[in-house]
């Protein structure tokens, strides 16, 4: 066996990008520098994390960390695949941040996948798993994905700063992914949304719901966010609600928004006014509908959201597609 060369890559900055890319295309990678200035220098909880899925994903994968965590070789397996997959994804990030570059495995994967992730399933930081459901799977079609076997379910929901939540995923593999010019919007024809209430009162949902239906049913008439109010074992460890909308226009773009409220985490919770800590239902429902407006305001066939998933990972290996804008959201 030959000496292997790394590309050598310094900083933290699109961690999830450079590993992602690097499994893809079977390139070696050596990253320094890593949080180095930070007064906590190393890789994050959630960026070893997401070293380890990729690990249970592949075959013949190679790791090595200093003592430091601020240097990283990593030597990209075979992408396997397969079923009976647990993976803890913790509560320093959402299960939204680790479903990005799981879905891309998990179709160039050699068997079928088929996983279980557990921790925080909705948070302000990261895309919710609703929003995966109602907007990226529905995007991956346009991809040549089959609807068939693509799935996730919520079994429980999980909210910051415990987390406590679960979801399985099965993701089919494909051959390729179909190369495609994507610039038309169209005209926004339905709002759909999914609001959620784990440990506190279902009430709280109905009023988003009113809230952000006072909003959008002056622009038209076709509007249903259904309510999911979870208790005991389905609510997680932590109590919090949210809501997620999905405007659906008459080409097939789906234009996406969603939120949570909760207990901040730990280095979270300092950076926040003793007042702000808490927004009532009713004016998250408002400020939620607003932020979806101005996403379709925007233009593009794509919300902020997705532009990373789309350009960065499909269009590296489907370069005909065509976004419509574009703005710095890495």
């Not at 070789?73 to 913790?90: E, Q, R, S, T």
Request: net charge neutral; with cysteine.
């Amino acid at each position: 066996m030959g000496k292997i060369t790394y590309k050598r890559l310094k900083g933290s900055q699109n961690m999830r990008q450079r590993l992602l890319l690097a499994t893809l295309r079977s390139t070696p990678i050596l990253i320094e520098d890593i949080h180095a200035d930070d007064t906590l220098p190393g890789l994050r909880p959630h960026e070893i994390s997401l070293l380890r899925l990729f690990e249970k994903l592949t075959d013949d994968c190679f790791i090595e960390i200093n003592e430091t965590g601020t240097k990283l070789k990593y030597k990209p397996g075979i992408i396997v695949g397969g079923g009976k997959l647990v993976h803890d994804c913790g509560v320093s990030r959402a299960i939204g941040y680790f479903l990005e570059p799981l879905v891309l495995l998990g179709l160039f994967a050699r068997k079928n996948l088929s996983i279980i992730l557990k921790g925080i399933t909705n948070d302000s930081k990261d895309p919710s798993v609703d929003t995966f459901r109602s907007t990226t799977f529905p995007m991956l079609k346009r991809f040549g994905v089959p609807s068939e076997g693509l799935k996730l379910e919520i079994k429980s929901r999980g909210v910051s700063p415990h987390g406590g939540g679960e979801v399985h995923l099965a993701v089919p593999m494909v051959q390729h992914l179909t190369a495609t010019i994507w610039t038309d919007e169209g005209m926004v024809k339905r709002i759909r949304g999914e609001a959620f209430t784990t440990r506190v009162n279902a009430q709280n949902g109905h009023e988003m719901i009113y809230a952000a239906r006072g909003i959008f049913n002056c622009l038209l008439p076709d509007v249903y966010i259904a309510s999911d109010h979870r208790n005991r074992s389905e609510a997680g460890n932590s109590s919090g609600y949210g809501i997620s909308l999905v405007a659906e226009t008459t080409s097939g773009c789906c234009i996406s928004a969603d939120t949570t409220i909760s207990s901040p985490r730990g280095e979270e919770a300092d950076d926040i006014e003793g007042d702000d800590k808490k927004v009532r239902a009713a004016e998250v429902g408002k400020q939620i509908a607003s932020l979806l407006l101005e996403e379709i305001e925007k233009g593009g066939v794509v919300d902020s959201t997705h532009q990373v998933c789309i350009s960065t990972y499909f269009i590296s290996l489907t370069c005909h597609v065509h976004c419509h804008y574009a703005t710095s959201c890495l």
